[in-house]
């Protein structure tokens, strides 16, 4: 999370604040959200109701699922992991849009590299990749 996400959570759900951890990735120091013990479900899912409890203050890396940033040919472009590659993703303009207009869009481009680490964790080598399909290039101020 970024700091202005942070802060948003912490007004809004002041209970939460002890669910945030600080963890370096690529030598960057990121607020994250812990998961629950002996879980991988994030503190803020309720499985009782199947929602997210701050679901109005999520962080950008919520709202952004299920969609993804991949450096490709020196360009940044929207993907979605899917099984099924040949899923008609047109629906989805709308909602890339509304991200990249969101304010914490920037937050997230200018910081993509502390991002990107996440996929080598999730994907450590080319065969065990999850298959996706690419969308379309971000468009983005710096792009």
């Known amino acids: 999370m970024f700091p202005t996400e942070l802060d948003l959570i912490k007004k809004n ?3 939460y604040a ?3 951890q600080t963890v370096k990735i690529n030598g960057v120091l990121i607020n994250a959200i812990t998961k629950k013990n002996n879980s991988n479900e994030c503190v803020f899912w309720d499985g009782a109701t199947g929602r997210c409890k ?3 203050s999520r962080p950008i890396d ?3 699922y299920p969609f993804d940033i991949l450096f490709v040919n020196g360009d940044y472009y929207w993907i979605v992991y899917s099984c099924n590659e040949k899923s008609d993703w047109n629906w989805s303009e709308i909602h890339l849009k509304s991200l990249e207009d969101y304010e914490g869009f920037d937050d997230l ?3 993509i590299d502390s991002f990107s680490e996440h996929t080598k964790m999730i994907l450590p080598n080319e065969s065990e990749k999850t298959p996706y399909s690419i969308l379309r290039k971000v468009n983005w101020k710096n792009n």
């Open 18 to 20: 002890n669910y945030l």
């Open 109 to 111: 481009m200018n910081n």
């Open 62 to 64: 919520c709202r952004l």
């Open 13 to 15: 759900h002041s209970q």
């Open 54 to 56: 701050i679901y109005e």
